[in-house]
Nanobody
């Protein structure tokens, strides 16, 4: 069982930056690929970014490439999402997720464990 707790969300203005953090309780955190997803009201959950267990493979949704950076610290059992140049369309609940698998890491169905989410609101 893996518990994930997100933090770092908030209300910011367009162009600002935020860093989301996700703390994991897994004994063997390094066994899991990790992902960030988001869901806006009335929309489906969508992938934002994903990172392999060793950090060597990283994937981004087209909408955030060049603005967001995912990273992980296996020793601290943490995964991060640095978000720069935020836009109003980035407004959503952001979720951290952990996956046993290593393929199709931008698909929600790949993930086995989910956090409760942290709200990001970007005003124009």
């Amino acid at each position: 069982q893996v518990q994930l707790v997100e933090s770092g969300g908030g209300l910011v203005q367009a162009g600002d930056s935020l860093r989301l953090s996700c703390a994991a309780s897994a004994r063997t955190f390094s066994n899991y690929a990790m992902g960030w997803f988001r869901q806006a009201p009335g929309k489906e959950r969508e992938a934002v970014a994903a990172i392999s267990w060793d950090g060597r493979s990283i994937y981004y949704a087209e909408s955030v490439k060049g603005r967001f950076t995912i990273s992980r610290d296996n020793a601290k059992k943490m995964v991060y999402l640095r978000m720069n140049s935020l836009k109003p369309e980035d407004t959503a609940m952001y979720y951290c997720a952990a996956a046993h698998g290593s393929l199709q890491l931008l698909l929600p169905g790949t993930y086995d464990y989910w956090g409760q989410g942290t709200q990001v609101t970007v005003s124009s």
